[in-house]
């Protein structure tokens, strides 16, 4: 078509070089693709897979928590493809030893020793801590109750491996993890085989999962009640090897005169499948006799309470219940005249029977009861505690099964 001619409706003109650039049609074109990212180096901490449990051991008798955790460290080795194993320290324990092997463990480390008679900071640290050194890479994973000697002795050894430590677990568990902030390069990179230590945090309203990956051994306390122990059996063999006791003038600088315990009546809320447990509903100490009477229906059974009860000196720490006191997972948890706040939550949640009984309706309590009754503890309980006097006089073989 020559300049002259008109242009018809269909007739196009390829745009100039310099106007095809401007032209709008430009803003439509497809972006050039980005690059993939390179995929993250793998990083595998210089470990021999060993999850190592510290035992405790309190006048010749372990200590459920351990038993507890090393149910909770067979679950990790065999996740790892590792071993699982135990330190024990004491005098006139290694006995002890094939206990503990009966209950998950392969390899006891033992230190019977009459200067550990007693437990004591420096000595017990620095018989641990002279056996880790031995272990050419470091054994992966180390745990501890969350007790009063898991949590003076667990900071120390941590501290001496410049290791991470995350206390009062109440979940654990192995997994990978992408560490990607480039302000520690060397750091960069995949771990696939991590200790994911998981506990409640901003008032145990969440799970925080807490990894410590640039140092082995990855350490975790764990609060006491909360892990299952595996089943005893009595075929499972292991190997116990005694380790040497070099303690230094320096570990003694603390002279241990005497070991008072307070000796407990009854049965530890603990270890007891029932408890009934009082809240500030009950309105006084003379309400926790209402509680031991329903108690008293139950074999195997012990009353607990709310931090408040215990703080208002209505009973002994001892039987207090939540995050600031102890761990329980009975059979049948009967809460009476408590408000359900999570800090107590957290420390009965994981009973098999919850029944809550509050006057509340909308009380937080019912969120995890199993069955709840809504109405007054003096007019249920007295009743409750008929019928299950009853029900024990007519031939039922226990309160529970009734109850249930």
């Excluded at 409640?200 to 799970?207: A, I, T, V």
């Excluded at 009353?303 to 009975?330: E, L, N």
Aim: glycine share 8%; aromatic share 6%.
């Amino acid at each position: 078509m020559s300049p002259d001619e008109p242009k018809s409706e269909n007739s196009y003109i390829a745009p100039k070089e310099s106007e095809a650039s401007a032209s709008p049609a430009a803003d439509h074109e497809a972006p050039a693709q980005k690059p993939e990212p390179e995929p993250l180096r793998e990083i595998i901490t210089p470990s021999n897979k060993e999850v190592i449990v510290i035992a405790e051991q309190v006048d010749g008798q372990i200590q459920p928590v351990t038993l507890e955790l090393l149910g909770a460290g067979r679950d990790l080795a065999n996740k790892l493809g590792g071993k699982l194993s135990c330190i024990l320290l004491g005098h006139q324990v290694r006995d002890l030893a094939t206990t503990l092997i009966h209950y998950g463990a392969e390899i006891v480390y033992v230190a019977d020793d009459p200067q550990l008679q007693g437990y004591r900071t420096l000595p017990f640290k620095r018989v641990i801590t002279d056996l880790l050194k031995t272990f050419n890479p470091p054994p992966h994973i180390l745990l501890l109750g969350s007790t009063t000697t898991g949590r003076d002795l667990a900071p120390r050894i941590a501290a001496f491996f410049k290791t991470g430590l995350t206390a009062d677990c109440t979940e654990l568990d192995i997994g990978p993890y992408e560490h990607t902030n480039k302000a520690d390069p060397d750091k960069v990179g995949l771990y696939p085989g991590c200790l994911y230590a998981i506990r409640p945090s901003f008032g145990e309203s969440l799970k925080a999962r807490i990894l410590g990956p640039w140092n082995n051994p990855q350490m975790a306390t764990t609060r006491p009640g909360v892990m299952l122990p595996l089943a005893m059996d009595e075929s499972r063999t292991g190997e116990i090897r005694d380790i040497p006791v070099n303690l230094l003038p320096e570990d003694f600088r603390l002279e241990l005169m005497e070991i008072v315990r307070e000796v407990q009546s009854g049965v530890n809320i603990a270890d007891a499948d029932v408890v009934v447990a009082g809240g500030y509903g009950m309105g006084g100490a003379e309400g926790f006799n209402l509680l031991q009477e329903l108690a008293a229906c139950f074999e195997n059974s012990a009353v607990g309470a709310s931090r408040k009860v215990v703080d208002a000196g209505w009973i002994p720490y001892q039987h207090q219940i939540g995050q600031t006191g102890k761990t329980v997972r009975p059979k049948i948890y009967i809460a009476c005249g408590i408000s359900g706040a999570i800090q107590h939550r957290v420390g009965m949640n994981k009973a098999g029977l919850i029944i809550a009984i509050n006057k509340d309706p909308e009380a937080p309590i019912f969120q995890v009861a199993h069955q709840g009754i809504v109405g007054d503890a003096y007019q249920v309980l007295p009743e409750l505690i008929r019928q299950l006097k009853a029900s024990k006089s007519a031939g039922a073989s226990s309160a529970e099964k009734s109850l249930v």
